[in-house]
């Protein structure tokens, strides 16, 4: 594997397939007393990144960057299911709430509440990149049921990009209602991303890697961190 960048606390190698990690190279990676982070760069169109995923999940915390063009963004019409309306006008405050308690309850279903530092952080991040973040939300008798959050943030090159921190539908949204979000999502992103869009997802959480592949974008790099 090529090293493309490399710092005191993090490296980036270029993988030419996923099909490159196996256990022995695994092994062999050499993990210095400062280093925390690694980051395996597939390029732009890998087909297949479950190989890797659960290979590395098997001995590291591992993450997938999903990347997308604006032009990967292909929505089909949908009726708009009745109970639905789209939520343009919350203010940075009522977006704050509704990402902290949708992402805070999303912690709490998989078993891993944020601890007092963790939120800290996603506090410093949302103060940040929040008032300037574009969004995209449904709602349900005034309730919001879907959000997608976009920011300027940069890839691991350190070029600008826009970037999806966060995005959830709530547990009960019918089928319907779930492709008509994910349609409308399409057509938005194709509208508002600047070039290129981006996102780092848990390789546990296989839904919300469907969801991202379901949406156009492909995995573009792997990233492990020190246990
Ligand atoms: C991510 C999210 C927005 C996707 O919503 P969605 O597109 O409506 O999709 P669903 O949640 O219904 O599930 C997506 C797919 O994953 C599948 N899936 C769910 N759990 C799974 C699992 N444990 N293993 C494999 N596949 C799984 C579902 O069957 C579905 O597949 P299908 O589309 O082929 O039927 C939604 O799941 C969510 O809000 N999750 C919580 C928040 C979150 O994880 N955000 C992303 C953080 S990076």
Known sequence: MKVLKAAEKEILFE???PSEFSPEVLNS???TEALRVMRFYL???VCNEEDAVKLLLGSYPTWVVYSADKNDFLSAPTEPPVRLTPAP???LEQLRRVYISTNDSYHDSIGKPLSPAESA???SVLSE???SAKFSAFKNNGVVMALLVVVKWKDCFDKPVDWVPWVWI???LLPGERAFVRSKWKEWLRGIVEDRVQCIVEGENMRSRKFFRGMGFHPECLVISKK
């Open 15 to 17: 993988v030419t397939c």
């Open 29 to 31: 990676l050499k993990w």
């Open 43 to 45: 390029g732009r169109r």
């Open 89 to 91: 006008q919350m203010d």
């Open 121 to 123: 952080e996603r506090e």
């Open 129 to 131: 990149f929040l008032p």
């Open 170 to 172: 709530d547990r009960s």
